[in-house]
């Protein structure tokens, strides 16, 4: 079976940085475009960041650019989520998505918890 999981949450300061990972198993990692996206309580799930299946184009949701950066190690069959500078409005359960048009994600992580305090 596929599997998304996910790990590098946590608590951290306003300003500071956390690097999310999602390892991915059970599909051609490399034929995927991956996602990351994020959802907080009574809220629609929200998209973060993309990137292409070979790591070649990336896009980002307005309010991350500049802080976050999304990589992938097609080697590892892992994608990452740099998150810098980060604000208390970042905080949510991040969930790590794959997809083969972007737009039906097909497989997503179990998430995993963000919280910046102020």
């Known amino acids: 079976q596929v599997q998304l999981v996910e790990s590098g949450g946590g608590l951290v300061q306003a300003g500071g940085s956390l690097r999310l990972s999602c390892a991915a198993s059970g599909l051609m990692f490399g034929t995927y475009a991956m996602g990351w996206f994020r959802q907080t309580p009574g809220k629609e799930r929200e998209f973060v960041a993309a990137?292409?299946?070979?790591?070649?184009?990336?896009y980002y949701t307005d309010s991350v650019k500049g802080r976050f950066t999304i990589s992938r190690d097609n080697a590892k069959n892992t994608v990452y989520l740099q998150m810098n500078s980060l604000k208390p409005e970042d905080t949510a359960v991040y969930y790590c998505?794959?997809?083969?048009?972007?737009?039906?994600?097909?497989?997503w992580g179990q998430g995993t918890q963000v919280t910046v305090s102020s």
């Open positions: 990137i292409n299946w070979s790591g070649g184009n990336s």
């Open positions: 998505g794959a997809t083969r048009d972007y737009a039906e994600y097909e497989y």
